[in-house]
């Protein structure tokens, strides 16, 4: 690549032209030709409140300020992976950050991720499974865990507030699925662009690293709305908007940091799995009081659009509150944190065993399958809830309320967890954590 052509700005011409091409369909689609109008229209209905201006995206790249992918407009698939340092920790850290972000930094331009160091002299230097691929928006973001400062000698510069997340009386954790010392979030808007990063990424690892575990997840395309969760929710609504000064305050760190970490900021994962056989046998209008809005469009119970502030003062003609007090939204608003979740399902999970037919069975002539469990119990499928944050203290005081009161708590629960420091972005030349 000329060098006086930035990466950055070949990074923000691609996003560019993605936008502009998805305008473009929108207004060949507009551009369809329409019936006739009736010789007398109905009065319109009232205007829906429009959302709030959007910020400026973020355009993702290595170098910055910041780490990719937590300013950067969502993309659509993304795994999350956790790894644990090996032997001569400091010396692997050290090393395993200088791999890594040279693939990063690779695979985010568009370009081959690199050798695999020790592989032989004539294996193919990548897998190949996203030649003809375009980065689809592709960030690579790295966080750091509470155990990690102490491994590599270097527990004077731990992150102000990295501690390991309290209990909650509603977690459920399994171990498979918490912790970790080292963590990889890959976004791209194409899934076989994650895969093929994540298979780059864990190329490099043998001899330094290890995985501990990897979760993958979704979103469906709404258009610039607000993604739905596997609720059918909107989910993430009140979110600060990237480039605010309201966006700023909530996620970026702040003073008594150590210098290194300015420009870095925390990340709380929560694999959370829904009941969603129970959900779908709720009421509507319990599904609603549960969440403490309006399926359809987003909007508080309280009235207004999606976007109205929640009025929890507001009663009904019950003469009860509106928005119930043990609803989601009523126990976790104004909790100053960034939500990038996604949703996941793994389908039914469970070993299986033929029941052979016997007295008193009819046997059709086809095996029946009998699941580990109740089947309802057995389906996997929920959310990958990430909060980014300036303190996690704030997402223990939103989960502290809701795992007291919370109505979903009939629906959920928290099956993984884990909290990252994730470092500032990285200087020109320089790798990831340089400082450190």
């Known amino acids: 690549m000329p060098e006086s052509i930035s990466r950055r700005g070949v990074i923000a011409s691609l996003v560019a032209t993605a936008g502009v091409a998805a305008a473009g369909g929108a207004l060949a689609a507009g551009a369809m030709k329409a019936e006739p109008a009736p010789p007398k229209a109905e009065p319109a209905p009232p205007k829906a409140e429009p959302a709030p201006p959007k910020a400026e995206a973020v355009t993702p790249g290595f170098p910055g300020a910041h780490q990719p992918g937590i300013a950067t407009a969502q993309q659509r698939y993304a795994t999350f992976a956790a790894f644990d340092l090996q032997g001569g920790e400091r010396t692997a850290f050290q090393e395993i950050m200088k791999r890594w972000s040279g693939v990063a930094e690779r695979l985010m331009r568009g370009d081959p991720p690199g050798a695999i160091p020790g592989n032989r002299a004539d294996a193919p230097a990548g897998s190949g499974v996203a030649d003809g691929l375009d980065p689809a928006g592709l960030t690579l973001t790295f966080g750091l865990g509470p155990e990690v400062f102490g491994l590599i000698g270097k527990e004077k510069s731990r992150p102000l507030h990295l501690r390991p997340l309290p209990a909650f009386s509603t977690d459920r954790l399994e171990e498979a699925w918490s912790g970790g010392h080292l963590l990889v979030q890959i976004c791209a808007d194409d899934a076989q662009v994650v895969s093929h990063a994540f298979r780059a990424l864990r190329g490099q690892a043998p001899g330094l690293v290890r995985l501990r575990w990897s979760q993958q997840g979704f979103l469906g395309s709404f258009g610039g709305g607000t993604p739905r969760n596997l609720l059918g929710q909107k989910d993430g609504t009140s979110n600060p908007r990237p480039g605010t000064p309201e966006f700023d305050a909530a996620v970026w760190a702040g003073d008594g940091e150590p210098s290194w970490f300015a420009g870095g900021t925390y990340l709380v994962f929560r694999k959370v799995r829904l009941d969603l056989p129970k959900w779908d046998?709720?009421?509507?209008?319990?599904?609603?009081?549960?969440?403490?809005?309006?399926?359809?469009?987003?909007?508080?119970?309280?009235?207004?659009?999606?976007?109205?502030?929640?009025?929890?003062?507001?009663?009904?003609p019950d003469g009860r509150p509106s928005i119930p007090a043990d609803s989601h939204v009523a126990l976790v608003r104004a909790i100053p944190m960034f939500r990038r979740s996604y949703n996941y399902d793994y389908a039914v999970q469970g070993i299986t065993a033929p029941i052979a037919a016997g007295?008193?069975?009819?046997?059709?002539?086809?095996?029946?399958?009998?699941?580990?469990?109740?089947?309802?119990?057995?389906?996997?499928?929920?959310?990958?809830f990430c909060a980014y944050a300036r303190d996690p203290e704030a997402f223990n005081r939103a989960q502290r309320k809701l795992a007291a009161a919370d109505r979903l708590n009939a629906f959920v629960k928290h099956t993984g967890s884990a909290v990252f420091a994730i470092p500032p972005g990285i200087r020109p030349g320089s790798p990831l954590a340089a400082d450190l």
Do not use: C, M
């Open 281 to 316: 046998l709720t009421s509507a209008a319990d599904q609603d009081r549960s969440i403490g809005r309006r399926r359809d469009d987003g909007a508080p119970l309280s009235g207004g659009g999606e976007f109205t502030a929640p009025d929890l003062a507001a009663k009904g």
């Open 359 to 384: 007295p008193g069975r009819e046997d059709d002539g086809h095996l029946h399958e009998h699941h580990a469990g109740n089947s309802h119990d057995s389906y996997d499928a929920g959310v990958l």
